[in-house]
């Protein structure tokens, strides 16, 4: 039965392979993409269902036993994000299906997206490093396509921007994982930390982490986060809210993976600079959010202090912090896509983003004005929305730590993202309407629907949290004890 580990990522595979062939037709493009992603969503509920009785599972293609072959592994961890990105991918789908121009979708639209999800799972379940870079690289290579697609001025000059940034940063992945492998001989992530646990991490072991944590920090948007406003911004709704949901959060998973696995030995250099990057991210993102009046840069930094909060889970790594981590990660995703969906839905209404120039739009559109009243209130951590018991959890962790610096700052971050989400509810929702019924657009049921979903989704998550707590609570405790994972690749 391990067999099907595979298929979160070869179902995409395939079937954006086949769709290239069935350009003209939409209506199959659009549906066969949908069911994939609910498939997705059923493999993963079973997954983690049997990693809960049967401990982690493990796929060795070929026959070939770690560490010789190419491995998937899948624990609580990796599994709740795939669940989560089938979940945010089928809700973006369904917001496409009515907010895409057909000549975009006949750009081979959903190809490309299913391509990304397989790349996003795939970095999520691979077992060695190597693979994590190929995973990584095939992700990468569709988000510039859906980056570009639209041929847009704006569109192609920030398109640039981020194939540099990634082309560099994956050199220097590459760079790592060569130096790596002459110093340990093995890419498997298992052997990996065994080998590294037998020599003690030595030195240069340690600056070799560092490449990684430079690599991990540009994919993640920690704190070199400059490409990420331009990029984030530039595309169509559907694909932003897929950008901010899915892209940053891999880098995030591979620096918990790293560097609760691989690099955990010199805890005092490694996660203190990480939590110093998290401090910074926080700042940075903070000033950002709160400093621009265009909606899209709002949002787009609210998803920067976003990784910096995450982050601070690892940096403290208390049981307590790295559950909250885990539950803010998949949190995240879900009111990220949202937030999205709803800032895009509000700039296709009014043709402007300026938030200034918006007044009184719960007047026109009520249902849009309390889902973003409500994806305000997730993101700022108020019960019963399902940001705050992340924000408790972490923060309980960081007073255990004594990482009261790194508590602040979090905190007080997240009363910045409060205020910066206020500011667009009180300027844009509030006030007399500046849409006049005759020239009302009318906001598509298509539109709206994703939106509630989402929205609900945020609010069943806070008041049901209890349903992922076991999985929230073996996956953090599979992250602070690395033999669990070690024992399971290559003892079994």
């Excluded at 787009?300 to 885990?326: C, D, H, K």
């Amino acid at each position: 039965m391990n067999n099907i580990l595979v298929l979160p990522l070869a179902l995409p595979v395939l079937v954006g392979i086949l769709l290239i062939f069935f350009r003209s037709n939409i209506p199959l493009q659009r549906w066969v993409s949908f069911a994939v992603m609910v498939v997705n969503l059923g493999l993963s509920i079973y997954l983690l269902h049997e990693i809960h009785t049967e401990g982690i599972l493990r796929l060795d293609f070929g026959g070939w036993k770690p560490p010789f072959g190419i491995s998937f592994v899948a624990d609580s961890f990796s599994v709740l994000l795939v669940m989560t990105t089938s979940i945010v991918t089928a809700i973006c789908l369904l917001f496409a299906f009515s907010s895409m121009d057909r000549s975009h979708e006949k750009m081979f639209f959903y190809s490309f997206v299913n391509l990304l999800v397989a790349g996003v799972n795939g970095s999520f379940l691979t077992g060695d490093l190597f693979n994590l870079y190929v995973c990584f690289e095939v992700m990468l290579l569709a988000s510039y396509v859906l980056l570009a697609l639209g041929g847009r001025k704006v569109q192609l000059k920030e398109a640039i921007k981020y194939v540099v940034i990634n082309v560099v940063s994956s050199w220097l992945f590459i760079v790592g994982i060569a130096y790596l492998y002459g110093m340990v001989g093995t890419l498997n992530l298992a052997q990996l930390s065994q080998r590294i646990a037998e020599s003690g991490q030595p030195p240069l072991i340690t600056v070799i982490s560092i490449v990684f944590l430079t690599v991990f920090a540009l994919k993640a948007g920690l704190l070199l986060y400059f490409w990420l406003p331009g990029s984030y911004a530039a595309p169509p709704i559907a694909i932003a809210a897929l950008f901010g949901a899915l892209l940053t959060k891999v880098g995030i998973y591979a620096m918990f993976r790293m560097f609760t696995l691989v690099f955990y030995h010199q805890p005092v250099f490694t996660h203190t600079i990480i939590g110093v990057l998290a401090g910074l991210t926080l700042i940075g993102g903070s000033i950002g959010a709160v400093a621009y009046r265009d909606i899209r840069q709002i949002v787009v930094y609210n998803v920067i202090i976003s990784v910096g909060f995450i982050l601070i889970g690892l940096a403290v790594a208390t049981p307590e912090a790295m559950e909250g981590s885990i539950y803010y990660l998949i949190h995240d995703m879900i009111v990220k896509a949202l937030l999205f969906l709803l800032a895009g839905v509000m700039i296709t209404l009014t043709k402007t983003a300026r938030m200034d120039q918006i007044s009184g739009l719960i007047r026109n559109y009520p249902l849009l004005g309390w889902m973003f009243f409500i994806v305000m209130l997730s993101m700022a951590g108020i019960p019963p929305f399902s940001g705050f018991i992340g924000k408790v959890l972490v923060g309980q962790g960081a007073i255990e730590s004594g990482s009261y610096l790194l508590l602040a700052l979090a905190f007080g971050s997240s009363i910045l993202v409060l205020y910066s989400l206020l500011r667009v509810f009180l300027s844009c929702f509030w006030g007399e309407t500046i849409i006049d019924e005759e020239e009302m657009i009318t906001a598509k049921k298509g539109w709206l629907i994703p939106c509630a979903i989402l929205t609900i989704t945020t609010i069943g998550l806070g008041l049901g949290a209890e349903s992922i707590a076991t999985y929230v609570s073996e996956a953090a405790n599979t992250l602070l004890n690395p033999d669990k994972y070690i024992d399971a690749v290559l003892n079994d």
